[in-house]
DNA sequence: CGATCCTTTGAAGGACGTCAAGGTCTGTGG
DNA sequence: CCACAGACCTTGACGTCCTTCAAAGGATCG
């Protein structure tokens, strides 16, 4: 049972003026707040009342099933704005995977904005677009791609992401294993895989700093990533 | 190997004025153009030069890896929209389920039409949060369902699309079990088992013409469906 | 009415899930 | 400083669901 007892989240109670800048991430900074690792920024079908952008940390966004099963739907990194939505409501449940710090406005705000700037309301269209597209192309991962195939997809994805061959993964086997369709010990032995095949290596005393050797024999463990 | 000899594909060359209605799907009629059975309609990575609304028929979009696994992300019934993009090239590809038969219009005059539009603009940012709200849910699907479930939920979303129990199934086996993340003969026997659960029957002498017998007793097969 | 395609069903195999054990690291308190 | 608990990761063994392979029976169409 998935039975949420009491409600620990807390909302920040103040939020000034708030505006777009034409910076790779177009929201511009405001108000923030600070989520403990582990806790839950909004629930999935909850009404959408603000939009976040990550400052520090990292978010999962997730559906779950009645019994538990769970699938993550993205992870949202530094500058990554998530929680937008066109409807009333939210359609994920996101998560901080680790203590993490972010921006937010009003989802209200955002939307009179865009109502009379044009550049806003494409910049939302632009960002809907991206995520579809990031969905599109996970949908073929959890569909047809082996569990190498999928392990290999997100370190590439991270690699990207993080713009260095030296990724820190803040997110657990077990999130990663939701979020590519498989179980944790899947994932597991799919790094082990790619280690042994001289693909990655590990810094330090934790399997969550990686360093990827070979990012072109990566990439051939992934067809058409 | 999957090399395209010759493309036979077709184009219409007569485009007239093409506007938006109020109407369920907010599409005019104008040009159109009809496609036999199976051929392709646009390819993935091409130049978006069209967007389709469907008058009859049924199209699948899928993107495909290098050694042929076959991802559909979406079928598209009368009415549909397909073929919209934000960016300049198409992420799917296009093919004619049965012959079909579609109303098209220029993108840039679309996109041209938005920019002095802000009702058609918001058009165009509501068409693409339900093709991602689509996938979000698909991704959940694919990642974490059986294969039953799957088949069930396929019915259900076919069952409310088509606003109709009896279920007429433009599509293979072959093309469910690529929707679905799964092998044609797993879709087969999954409906074999409905069928023998007492949820669905069939039609006629083909498989494709389904009844849904008992729509709350489907919903049981589907978690959270 | 034969050729082809589609679907079903059975049998066997495999990739991944589940269960279990053990190891490492972290944080806490004695 | 060390003991201990807890969280997390890895690895092995085994089970299972789905895939693959194969065969046979329609259905469709020229």
């Known amino acids: 049972m998935f039975v949420r007892t009491t409600d620990q989240r807390l909302r920040p109670n103040t939020l000034g003026d708030l505006g777009f800048t ?104 632009t960002m809907t677009t991206a995520n579809l597209e990031h969905a599109e192309n996970h949908m073929l991962l959890l569909g047809r791609k082996t569990a190498v195939e999928r392990v290999a997809a997100f370190l590439i994805e991270m690699d990207r992401r993080t713009g260095s061959s030296n990724v820190s993964l803040p997110m657990s086997r077990r999130d990663i294993a939701d979020y590519l369709g498989l179980s944790l010990e899947a994932v597991s032995r799919a790094v082990s895989r790619l280690h042994c095949e001289g693909v990655l290596n590990f810094i330090g005393n934790t399997q969550r700093e990686i360093v990827i050797l070979d990012l072109s024999k990566l990439h051939s463990f992934d067809p058409q990533g």
Chains 1, 2 share one sequence.
């Open 22 to 125: 034409s910076a790779p991430h177009p929201m511009v900074k405001l108000s923030e707040f600070t989520y403990r690792k582990g806790k839950e920024i909004f629930g999935e079908k909850e009404p959408a009342e603000y939009v976040y952008q990550i400052k520090r940390g990292a978010v999962r966004s997730y559906k779950m099933l009645s019994d538990g099963r769970r699938q993550i739907g993205a992870f949202h990194l530094k500058d990554d704005i998530f929680g937008l939505e066109n409807g009333a409501n939210h359609r994920f449940t996101a998560e901080a995977v680790v203590q993490t710090t972010v921006y937010l406005m009003k989802r209200v705000s955002l939307q009179s904005m865009a109502d009379t700037d044009a550049a806003i309301s494409r910049n939302l269209l």
